[in-house]
């Protein structure tokens, strides 16, 4: 799932988001990695794919947001044999149900499916079941004979999960969106404080902080995607795929609650903002006084420098926070992008060669605006000096390792994990509510957008 999970994944705010939104896909998303291997399924597993009628000399149409056309246009440049017909779409971010509606059409028509499409795990929740009775499902299993399964096992830890279905594989991962602890080394620096490991250290310095130096925060709670961050990270129950179709919404479980009271704490002594990052005029007023924020690998890049304007040299990134008891981090994820082949496909040669290349190749990866999912491919990323250059020290081993601490628990479901967050949790913490009390009001809300697509909710 994105935010937003979509680069992943939707985050759509004035224009700084916007360029965020489509570079973190699945944001928002959402827009959106994110999910859990047992996603709700009525395929039959053991049923071969059985592809239509190949042509390997047919053109390909290939539906493509507009922040990877680039990257296709790469494609087309590198193999001029390639046959593409390309075309530009807004249907990739997480909670847009334009490409389920067109694919809804084609499937009445019998006609019009594009050959590759990218979108956000949201979309694989359909995508690989039938729209009709006696139709196909409109993503080709990649694990049939279409992508070597050494390929696929070269994908970070988990980062594929949103792609499985029924014991199948129907996408390949474009980019994911790993949360890790972002703090400003040369404040830090300053204010003679120790990069946490802990969340109980992260909590210390937030209430030193309020005390020390009023007015800096340590986080933000108040974007749409800002769930995904904290409470996904603390393994909280709130998207919880326990069988198919059995969604676990448990908000009153210990590790939603931990999290919920460590955040108060915090938002009490105003050192975690209710103000989102993305927010108007938070930026001018507030972002130099950020010390530290948890949020996903593109916040360097995209929140930091970008939107904060925060000089190079002073940025630098910490492993995921670790609690009591616990010898590694489980982290959440913030985005992350997807390419899906069609069933329907009368070149699935050239389909998927196209899908491979955008999402494993080196050439391209290490020039993408955000971290591969392909873990050779992310190697080549962080060796570019483009992606490094502007921080405080070398990122690269808490970016992979990070990429496969994300917990899989956060699963991928067919409705959006920022639709709840935005219109109960914020607005009750705008309006001076605890995060603690409103985990009730958040739950209800949760489960009903839940029931309302067809899952079996249970609260405990």
Not at 322 to 336: C, F, I
Request: aromatic letters at 10%; one cysteine or more; glycine letters at 8%.
């Amino acid at each position: 799932m994105t935010s937003s999970r979509g680069s992943g994944a939707g985050i759509r705010r004035n224009v700084t988001r916007k360029a965020v939104a489509a570079l973190a896909l699945s944001a928002v998303t959402l827009l959106a990695g994110c999910a859990d291997a047992t996603q709700s399924s009525s395929s039959d597993t053991t049923k071969a794919f059985k592809p239509v009628k190949q042509d390997e000399a047919s053109k390909i149409t290939v539906w493509t947001d507009s922040t990877r056309l680039p990257q296709v246009e790469a494609y087309q440049k590198q193999h001029p044999d390639a046959k593409l017909n390309v075309v530009t779409y807004d249907g990739g971010a997480d909670g847009s149900t334009y490409l389920q509606t067109k694919v809804q059409l084609f499937d009445r028509t019998g006609k019009g499916w594009p050959d590759v499409v990218f979108g956000s795990p949201t979309d694989v929740t359909w995508a690989a079941e039938p729209t009709k009775p006696g139709a196909i499902p409109f993503a080709a299993p990649l694990d049939q004979d279409l992508v070597p399964q050494k390929t696929l096992d070269n994908f970070a830890k988990g980062s594929l999960a949103p792609c499985q279905v029924g014991g199948h594989t129907y996408c390949m991962r474009n980019d994911i969106a790993q949360v890790v602890l972002w703090y400003n080394k040369k404040l830090m620096d300053q204010f003679g404080y120790q990069v946490p490991t802990t969340w109980e250290q992260y909590q210390a310095i937030g209430e030193k902080l309020a005390k020390d130096h009023p007015g800096y925060l340590v986080g933000s709670v108040g974007d749409t995607n800002s769930q995904e961050s904290y409470f996904w990270s603390s393994q909280c129950p709130a998207f919880n795929l326990t069988a198919p179709n059995t969604l676990r919404v448990a908000l009153g479980d210990e590790k939603c609650t931990r999290m919920s009271k460590l955040l108060d704490t915090l938002i009490a002594k105003k050192t975690v903002s209710t103000q989102g990052f993305f927010s108007q005029g938070f930026a001018k007023d507030s972002g130099s006084k950020v010390l530290m924020a948890y949020g996903p690998s593109w916040y360097g890049q995209y929140l930091f420098n970008a939107a904060f304007k925060t000089p190079a040299g002073q940025i630098s990134a910490a492993a995921p926070l670790t609690w009591p008891g616990e010898t590694t981090a489980s982290t959440g994820n913030v985005g992350g992008g997807l390419w899906m082949v069609s069933a329907h496909s009368a070149n699935l040669k050239a389909s998927t060669d196209l899908v491979s290349w955008l999402t494993t190749s080196d050439e391209n990866q290490a020039k993408a605006p955000t971290y591969p999912a392909y873990a050779p491919a992310a190697d080549a990323w962080l060796a570019n000096p483009d992606n490094k250059k502007y921080f405080a020290g070398d990122i690269s081993d808490v970016f992979r390792t990070a990429a496969g601490q994300v917990w899989t628990g956060w699963s991928n479901t067919k409705f959006s994990d920022a639709t709840a967050w935005s219109s109960v949790v914020l607005p009750a913490l705008t309006s001076g509510k605890t995060l603690s009390e409103t985990l009730p009001a958040w739950q209800t809300a949760i489960a009903n957008e839940a029931k309302a697509v067809g899952y079996k909710v249970t609260t405990k």
